[in-house]
């Protein structure tokens, strides 16, 4: 981590702050398209890496400020940060979740992309603080597994941001429960991360309404990791 905090976005990084600022702005409309939050709740980051710099030393994120609406969202708007969350461009303060992204940014060298909302069906498994069991073609498709849940963590620090690695590190699941808080999601850039969250949702809303007529059959563990390599390596165009 740097022990001097960048000022200022590099020359060589500013083309792809700039468009990782088109980017996120965008994606941050993907949120209450599919009902994941509500009021301001929520938040999409993306990191933009220097390759210049070794490991993640100057990457930087771009997410959006504390409080915006929705309908007030613009590229403009967003606000960059190091990965110790301090402000390095924009006028606005960072939303109050950046400490925990930092953190999932300088732990985890392979995320490009986090999302955080209080979905209902995802938020309300986190209150149970229980994990959503691999009940689902499309659970063992996206998350290759059940999504785990988090520890309890207080926002305002990097508490929560070492939650998210600690249970998402080693684990297939792009997707985890911070108990209490609601889902946090993970991706090899925003984009992949939003769909994430987007079928966090929807398994967390299916496996409730399953077991509200009876207890749900598990998938074998070998069809599991079929399923998950399928998804991952053969689905869509190539």
């Known amino acids: 981590m740097p022990t001097t905090p960048i000022t200022a976005v590099p020359a060589h990084l500013r083309t792809a702050v700039d468009a990782a ?106 209150a149970r603080g229980e994990e959503i069991p691999c009940v689902l073609t499309m659970m063992a498709d996206e998350f290759g597994g059940p999504v785990p849940v988090g520890p309890f963590a207080i926002i305002g620090d990097d508490s929560i941001g070492r939650g998210i690695v600690e249970t998402l590190r080693g684990s297939r699941s792009r997707a985890v429960l911070m108990q209490n808080h609601g889902p946090f999601t993970i991706g090899a850039d925003a984009k992949a991360a939003v769909k994430a969250a987007v079928l966090c949702e929807e398994v967390a809303r299916a496996v409730h309404v399953a077991r509200q007529l009876g207890e749900p059959l598990p998938i074998a563990q070998e069809h599991v990791d079929s399923l998950y390599d399928r998804y991952q390596n053969v689905y869509g165009q190539r």
């Open 21 to 126: 600022k088109v980017k996120v702005a965008a994606l941050h409309a993907e949120l209450p398209r599919w009902e994941l939050v509500v009021w301001t709740a929520g938040n999409v980051s993306e990191r933009v890496a220097d390759a210049q710099v070794p490991g993640t030393d100057g990457d930087l994120l771009v997410i959006k400020p504390s409080g915006l609406s929705y309908d007030d969202i613009t590229a403009d708007a967003m606000v960059v940060c190091d990965l110790d969350g301090n402000l390095v461009e924009g006028d606005r303060a960072p939303s109050s979740d950046t400490a925990a992204h930092a953190y999932v940014y300088a732990h985890m060298p392979e995320v490009g992309g986090v999302v955080h909302t209080h979905s209902t069906y995802a938020t309300a498994w986190a």
